[in-house]
C-alpha cells in the first residue's frame, strides 16, 4: 500500500494568482496522477507524471495553465496558474503501485 | 471514448436497509471496474474491484459482480450501518493502463 500526503489541505487565493499543491508519497512509485474534482462533478484526470519525463495532459489541460514537477519517485507538485473562480476544486493526486490505485485526502481550493 | 454512469444521490436509507447503487459503463476493451469509498473528510479508498467478467468483488459486507452482458457493475449491501454514510464512486481502467474514468459519484446517508 502507499500513504499519500499532500499540502496544502485547503487554501483560498485571489484570482490571478498562482498556488502549487505537493504531493508525498511514503514509497517509490512510477507513476504518479493528478485529479480535479469540481463541485458536483467526479473525478477528473489532468494529467500523469513519470519521474524523469514530461508530464503527459489529458484533452482540456495545458502545461502553461497546470505545470507539474516530478523530481523524484516520491514527490510530485502540482501548480494551478493564474487562477479563475472556475479552478474553485478539490486537487487530489494518486499513485499506482502496480495492483492498485491509492489516493491523497486531497486539496480543496477556493479562487476568489 | 469510456465513460461511467452512476444512480444520482444522495441515497438515504435506515439503518440495515438493503443498499444497491447502480453502475453501468461504455469502455471500448474489457476495463477492469472498481468501487472508490470518500468517507467525510478523507480521501477515496478503494472499496472493491473487479477484473474480468462475472467476477464478484467483495468488501466490508459490500459486493458488485462484472456483468458484462449489461455492461453493469452494480454496489450492494444487505445491511448498511450508519457507518457506511459516504460517498461511492464507480470507475474503470482500460486493460493495463492505470488511468480511471469516474462517475459522478452517489452520497449514501445512513440515519440510526
Known amino acids: 500500500s502507499a500513504v499519500i500526503s499532500q499540502k496544502p489541505s485547503r487554501d483560498i487565493c485571489q484570482r490571478g494568482t498562482s498556488l502549487t499543491i505537493q504531493c508525498q508519497v511514503d514509497s517509490q512509485v512510477t507513476m504518479m496522477f493528478w485529479y480535479r474534482q469540481q463541485p458536483g462533478q467526479s473525478l477528473t484526470l489532468i494529467a500523469t507524471?513519470?519521474?524523469?519525463?514530461?508530464?503527459?495532459?489529458e484533452s482540456g489541460f495545458v502545461i502553461d495553465k497546470f505545470p507539474i514537477s516530478r523530481p523524484n519517485l516520491t514527490f510530485s507538485t502540482l501548480t494551478v496558474s493564474n487562477m479563475s473562480p472556475e479552478d474553485s476544486s478539490i486537487y487530489l493526486c494518486?499513485?499506482?503501485?502496480?495492483?492498485?490505485?491509492?489516493f491523497g485526502p486531497g486539496t480543496r481550493l477556493t479562487v476568489l | 471514448g469510456n465513460s461511467v454512469t452512476q444512480m444520482e444521490g444522495p441515497v438515504t436509507l435506515s439503518e440495515e436497509a438493503f443498499l444497491t447503487i447502480n453502475c453501468t459503463y461504455t469502455a471500448t476493451g474489457y476495463p477492469s471496474l472498481f468501487w472508490y469509498v470518500q468517507y467525510p473528510g478523507e480521501g477515496l479508498q478503494l472499496l472493491l474491484k473487479a477484473t474480468k467478467a462475472d467476477d464478484k468483488g467483495s468488501n466490508k459486507g459490500f459486493e458488485a459482480t462484472y456483468r458484462k452482458e449489461t455492461t453493469s457493475f452494480h454496489l450492494e449491501k444487505g445491511s448498511v450501518q450508519v457507518s457506511d454514510s459516504a460517498v461511492y464512486f464507480c470507475a474503470l481502467s482500460d486493460q493495463g493502463y492505470s488511468t480511471l474514468t469516474f462517475g459522478k459519484g452517489t452520497m449514501l446517508l445512513v440515519s440510526p
Open positions: 507524471a513519470n519521474q524523469g519525463s514530461e508530464a503527459t495532459y
Open positions: 494518486s499513485v499506482d503501485d502496480g495492483n492498485e490505485q491509492f
